[in-house]
């Protein structure tokens, strides 16, 4: 067995033993706090995905092309302009972020916790993100399992054995903690690397640049999460708390599906896919994109059928009559996460070959008919109506990128033969 497939295989490994770490975390709080601290939990991990948007930018997706044109003794110089940027942005977005608890969207005991989660968990996602693009997978992986699987372990563990652990702060100590730990492994393993260009001074100019392909990627980026935000609010609006804990415990559980096409499947296939394209190289690109759309079809399908298998004992040992009333949801909920997964074979096939446009228009329609549905399904089903609007979203950013690829494939096959006459 080839030293890739090893890697492969250990990166699978502990991206589903991160799962399960999730899986239980979530069911343990489920089991051991009441619903409505399961909600803020809810709340908490969804602000937190959102805020990192605005500190980071997107800036990574200009980054990410950019370190495939450069040689590495030049990938320093590229991280230092990106290193100033989001200096900039923590410098703008942080004192913000503290309308949200101004305004009495989140309790103000939680606010130290939710800034220092946000900085860790921006830094450790980024360094993960660069070692993907860097072909690095492995210790991307690693520290994945950091940041969302070990201190998981460790929390659960302690809550069994100590019942008076049993309260958020334990848990979002244990989070910081476990991050904490995957930005030391990330920032060590960059050291390792020896990159060149550090000394090279900060060039606005490219920043620049930079920023106007990220910005517009963002705003496509703030659209989509936005959905994945403004749902949680909405449920605890129509609904009240303990719906919303019905609701946040099922997306976790349908959440764990892009966990693991996340580590298991992308992270192998979309740099591939970056880089054939960058090169010229369309057999390439077509095998990385066919790999990668049987890899996501397999997992998604095999994920969905053992969802439905082992939700019904799952929420028996959990004993409390608010899930299982509220049931309903995890269909709509699994389905929307499925279809998702699925629409990232589009998404990325479209960024890989620099269709952005595409991928923002779409971003940018979503949000709007998701408020649009929401609204209108909540006069007939005020507790479902969010869980349908989320499939029915998901489903028209899938038909969207796949229509947009498809329209653009036979450009992509001209180009294949144009390259292999030149070859």
């Known amino acids: 067995m080839n030293n890739t497939k090893l890697i492969r295989i250990f990166s699978l490994s502990l991206r589903i033993l991160t799962m399960a770490s ?97 900085v860790i968990e921006h830094l450790t996602q980024e360094l993960g993100r660069l070692l993907i693009a860097i072909s690095e997978p492995l210790i991307a992986s690693v520290i994945l399992f950091l940041r969302q699987g070990i201190w998981a372990i460790a929390i659960v563990a302690l809550m069994l054995l100590a019942p008076e652990t049993r309260s958020l702060d334990y848990v979002l100590g244990g989070w910081s903690l476990g991050g904490l730990c995957g930005l030391a492994l990330g920032l060590h393993r960059l050291w390792r690397l020896k990159l060149g260009g550090w000394h090279r001074r900060i060039d606005w100019a490219w920043i620049g640049r ?94 969905f059928i053992a969802a439905l298998l082992l939700i019904s004992p799952l929420l028996q040992w959990l004993g409390k009559d608010i899930y299982i009333t509220h049931r309903n949801m995890f269909p709509w909920i699994l389905a929307a996460t499925t279809v998702y997964g699925l629409g990232m074979i589009p998404h990325y096939a479209l960024y890989a070959v620099g269709r952005d446009r595409s991928i923002i228009t779409c971003h940018l329609l979503t949000l709007p008919l998701f408020i649009l549905l929401v609204w209108i399904l909540s006069a007939y089903d005020k507790n479902l109506a969010v869980a349908i609007s989320l499939f029915a979203s998901f489903l028209f950013i899938l038909i969207w990128k796949f229509t947009a690829f498809a329209l653009i494939k036979n450009n992509l096959t001209t180009r294949s033969y144009t390259n292999s006459a030149k070859a």
């Open 22 to 118: 999730k899986f239980l975390l979530v069911f343990l709080l489920a089991r051991f706090l009441a619903p409505a601290e399961l909600g803020v939990f809810g709340l908490l991990s969804a602000t937190i995905g959102y805020a990192l948007y605005l500190l980071g930018f997107d800036f990574y997706t200009f980054t990410t092309r950019e370190i495939a044109k450069h040689d590495m003794s030049q990938w320093g110089g590229l991280l230092k302009c990106q290193a100033a940027i989001s200096l900039l942005l923590y410098l703008i977005v942080l004192p913000l972020l503290t309308l949200i608890f101004i305004e009495g969207l989140l309790p103000w005991r939680f606010a130290g916790w939710f800034f220092l989660l946000i």
């Open 210 to 303: 930079g920023l106007k392909v990220a910005a517009s990627l963002l705003i496509a980026t703030l659209a989509i999460r936005g959905v994945l935000t403004l749902d949680r609010y909405w449920l605890q609006i129509l609904s009240g708390a303990e719906v919303l804990a019905a609701y946040v415990l099922y997306m976790n559980i349908g959440n764990a599906l892009m966990s693991f096409l996340d580590a298991g499947v992308f992270s192998f296939t979309y740099p591939a896919m970056v880089n054939a394209w960058q090169k010229g190289n369309m057999i390439e690109f077509n095998k990385a994109l066919a790999n990668l759309t049987r890899q996501t079809s397999i997992v998604s399908g095999s994920f």
